[in-house]
Protein backbone atom coordinates (compact mmCIF):
# COMPACT_ATOMS: atom_id res chain seq x y z
CA UNK A 1 0.00 0.00 0.00
CA UNK A 2 1.42 3.54 -0.88
CA UNK A 3 1.85 6.39 1.53
CA UNK A 4 -0.57 8.02 -0.63
CA UNK A 5 -3.50 5.35 -0.04
CA UNK A 6 -2.67 4.84 3.76
CA UNK A 7 -3.01 8.83 4.20
CA UNK A 8 -6.55 9.12 2.37
CA UNK A 9 -7.64 5.58 4.20
CA UNK A 10 -6.66 7.60 7.61
CA UNK A 11 -8.42 10.78 6.79
CA UNK A 12 -11.78 9.26 5.96
CA UNK A 13 -11.81 7.34 9.32
CA UNK A 14 -10.97 10.62 11.15
CA UNK A 15 -13.82 12.35 9.50
CA UNK A 16 -15.78 9.68 9.78
CA UNK A 17 -15.72 9.36 13.58
CA UNK A 18 -15.83 13.34 14.25
CA UNK A 19 -19.27 13.06 12.20
CA UNK A 20 -20.73 10.32 14.55
CA UNK A 21 -19.21 12.33 18.12
CA UNK A 22 -20.87 15.57 16.55
CA UNK A 23 -23.77 13.67 15.19
CA UNK A 24 -27.22 14.28 17.46
CA UNK A 25 -29.62 11.74 18.81
CA UNK A 26 -33.43 11.95 16.82
CA UNK A 27 -35.75 13.73 18.18
CA UNK A 28 -39.22 11.73 19.03
CA UNK A 29 -42.29 12.55 20.61
CA UNK A 30 -43.60 11.20 24.19
CA UNK A 31 -46.40 9.41 22.16
CA UNK A 32 -42.91 7.43 19.85
CA UNK A 33 -41.04 6.92 22.56
CA UNK A 34 -41.76 3.05 23.70
CA UNK A 35 -40.49 2.37 20.02
CA UNK A 36 -37.31 3.55 20.04
CA UNK A 37 -36.48 1.33 23.70
CA UNK A 38 -32.55 1.13 23.95
CA UNK A 39 -31.71 4.02 21.90
CA UNK A 40 -30.15 7.26 22.35
CA UNK A 41 -33.08 10.01 21.80
CA UNK A 42 -34.61 13.14 22.37
CA UNK A 43 -37.99 13.85 23.49
CA UNK A 44 -39.41 17.00 23.93
CA UNK A 45 -43.00 17.96 25.69
CA UNK A 46 -44.87 19.87 27.86
CA UNK A 47 -44.20 18.98 31.56
CA UNK A 48 -48.14 18.35 32.96
CA UNK A 49 -47.63 15.96 35.50
CA UNK A 50 -45.12 15.33 38.12
CA UNK A 51 -43.91 12.99 41.11
CA UNK A 52 -41.87 12.94 44.34
CA UNK A 53 -40.96 9.28 44.71
CA UNK A 54 -41.78 7.90 48.49
CA UNK A 55 -38.00 6.73 49.15
CA UNK A 56 -34.78 8.06 48.24
CA UNK A 57 -31.82 6.17 46.27
CA UNK A 58 -28.96 6.55 48.18
CA UNK A 59 -26.67 9.75 47.91
CA UNK A 60 -28.93 10.77 45.49
CA UNK A 61 -32.58 11.41 47.28
CA UNK A 62 -35.57 11.32 45.94
CA UNK A 63 -36.40 10.87 42.37
CA UNK A 64 -39.34 13.26 40.61
CA UNK A 65 -40.75 11.99 37.64
CA UNK A 66 -42.02 14.61 34.98
CA UNK A 67 -44.90 13.30 32.82
CA UNK A 68 -44.71 15.06 29.21
CA UNK A 69 -47.87 15.95 27.08
CA UNK A 70 -50.56 13.66 29.31
CA UNK A 71 -50.81 13.52 32.98
CA UNK A 72 -49.53 10.82 35.13
CA UNK A 73 -52.88 8.57 34.78
CA UNK A 74 -52.83 8.58 31.00
CA UNK A 75 -48.98 8.94 30.35
CA UNK A 76 -47.04 7.53 27.89
CA UNK A 77 -43.72 8.59 28.63
CA UNK A 78 -41.90 10.11 31.68
CA UNK A 79 -38.55 11.12 32.68
CA UNK A 80 -36.76 11.04 36.34
CA UNK A 81 -34.54 13.14 37.78
CA UNK A 82 -32.99 14.02 41.01
CA UNK A 83 -32.95 17.36 42.98
CA UNK A 84 -29.37 19.14 43.81
CA UNK A 85 -28.49 16.29 46.73
CA UNK A 86 -26.57 19.11 48.60
CA UNK A 87 -30.38 21.01 49.02
CA UNK A 88 -31.52 18.52 51.04
CA UNK A 89 -35.13 17.79 51.41
CA UNK A 90 -35.96 21.10 49.61
CA UNK A 91 -34.54 19.59 46.05
CA UNK A 92 -37.34 17.65 44.65
CA UNK A 93 -39.69 20.68 45.38
CA UNK A 94 -36.74 22.31 43.25
CA UNK A 95 -36.45 20.24 40.64
CA UNK A 96 -40.60 19.92 40.20
CA UNK A 97 -40.38 24.42 40.26
CA UNK A 98 -37.92 24.36 37.53
CA UNK A 99 -39.88 22.06 34.77
CA UNK A 100 -43.30 22.24 35.54
CA UNK A 101 -45.96 23.27 32.63
CA UNK A 102 -42.69 24.15 31.06
CA UNK A 103 -41.89 22.88 27.73
CA UNK A 104 -38.75 20.59 27.60
CA UNK A 105 -36.64 18.50 25.46
CA UNK A 106 -34.82 15.55 27.51
CA UNK A 107 -31.89 13.34 25.86
CA UNK A 108 -31.17 9.95 26.99
CA UNK A 109 -31.58 6.52 26.56
CA UNK A 110 -35.30 4.84 26.38
CA UNK A 111 -36.20 2.75 28.66
CA UNK A 112 -39.49 0.91 29.25
CA UNK A 113 -41.45 -0.42 32.74
CA UNK A 114 -44.87 -1.45 32.78
CA UNK A 115 -45.47 -0.78 29.15
CA UNK A 116 -44.35 2.89 29.82
CA UNK A 117 -41.20 5.01 28.55
CA UNK A 118 -38.95 6.57 30.22
CA UNK A 119 -35.51 8.68 30.84
CA UNK A 120 -33.47 8.63 33.64
CA UNK A 121 -32.06 12.22 33.31
CA UNK A 122 -28.96 11.85 36.18
CA UNK A 123 -27.50 15.09 34.80
CA UNK A 124 -30.22 17.69 34.44
CA UNK A 125 -27.62 20.53 32.90
CA UNK A 126 -26.79 17.95 30.21
CA UNK A 127 -30.16 15.79 29.81
CA UNK A 128 -32.37 18.12 30.62
CA UNK A 129 -32.93 21.73 28.35
CA UNK A 130 -35.93 23.71 28.64
CA UNK A 131 -37.51 24.64 25.12
CA UNK A 132 -38.00 28.57 23.99
CA UNK A 133 -40.65 29.55 21.54
CA UNK A 134 -38.00 29.46 18.67
CA UNK A 135 -37.17 25.53 18.99
CA UNK A 136 -40.87 24.02 19.62
CA UNK A 137 -41.47 24.57 15.90
Known amino acids: ?7 IAMTCMTC ?4 AQEAKPPRVSPADA ?4 GEMVTVCGKVTDTEINKYGVGDYGKPVRFYLDQPKATAVFNFATFGDKQKGEKAPDEAIAAYK ?8 KVTAAAGKAYIMAQDRSKQIKIQDEKEKK
Open 1 to 7: MKITEIL
Open 16 to 19: LYVH
Open 34 to 37: KSHV
Open 101 to 108: DKNVCVTG
